[in-house]
């Protein structure tokens, strides 16, 4: 089993529409979430870190189900600009690594 | 914000020639560097950990003597790929983190596509 496990999509949405990203991770003794962004042969981004509460950042919300081990992002009122590839990334528990998920393709259409 | 920057950002080389690839912090201090690969559609995969002025610390897989990497400096860490050989053709990318800064806050330089033919 991965330790980090997105749907690869690609998730294809007209503008304005909204979509949800979901992901699950195996280690359960993990303590930091986050989601990045990463575009076509580039770097990936900081998207946000993800908070046992729940959190938003305009149009994107983020949630973890630690007891499912589970993690979402919502995308609302989708831009052509959110076109990108969106990485679920967990650490490793008791170090700094990241462990990236596959990513999740999303295509926005006018 | 952080910058992290990279070079060269493409390579193309023959097969048995070594590639060095360089990362650099440029408006901070980087006590840690990471070094990642990316396949096409895959995932990125931590290659190795190093910390200024102290060995890489090398992921499970990973051959050490293919791989160098050498952390002189608070700003700089270069990876050398060793007689590189067409599987060795990736992304690779490096991030970089200040001292003690959260997980959040480690940075990704733009990546090097390196193609060995």
């Known amino acids: 089993r991965k330790e980090v496990e997105q749907d690869p999509g690609p998730f294809n949405v007209p503008e304005g529409a909204t979509v949800a990203f979901n992901c699950t991770y195996s280690?359960?003794?993990?303590?930091?979430f986050f989601w990045y962004r990463q575009d076509c042969r580039k770097e990936p981004k900081l998207l946000m870190s993800?908070?046992?509460s729940g959190n938003e950042d305009g149009r994107f919300t983020a949630q973890l189900n630690r007891a499912s081990q589970y993690i979402s992002l919502l995308i609302r009122d989708s831009k052509l600009s959110d076109s990108a590839t969106y990485l679920c990334?967990?650490?490793?528990?008791?170090?700094?690594?990241?462990?990236f998920g596959t990513g999740t393709r999303l295509q926005v259409f006018p | 914000g952080a910058v992290v920057s990279q070079h060269p950002s493409r390579v193309i080389c023959k097969s048995g020639t070594s590639v060095k690839i360089e990362c650099r912090s440029l408006?901070?201090?980087?006590?840690?560097m990471f070094w990642y690969r990316q396949f096409p559609k895959q995932s990125l995969m931590l290659m190795a950990t190093?910390?200024?002025?102290?060995?890489?610390?090398?992921e499970q897989g990973v051959e050490k003597d293919k791989f160098l990497i050498n952390h002189a400096s608070l700003t700089l860490s270069t990876l050398t790929v060793t007689s590189a050989h067409p599987e060795d053709s990736s992304f690779y990318i490096c991030?970089?983190?200040?001292?003690?800064?959260?997980?959040?806050?480690?940075?990704f330089g733009p990546g090097t596509r390196l193609l060995v033919l």
């Open positions: 993800v908070y046992s």
């Open positions: 991030s970089a983190r200040e001292g003690l800064a959260g997980l959040e806050t480690q940075y």
């Open positions: 990334v967990v650490n490793d528990s008791g170090t700094d690594k990241l462990i």
């Open positions: 190093s910390n200024e002025g102290s060995k890489a610390t090398y």
């Open positions: 408006d901070f201090q980087a006590t840690t």
């Open positions: 280690n359960s003794a993990s303590q930091s």
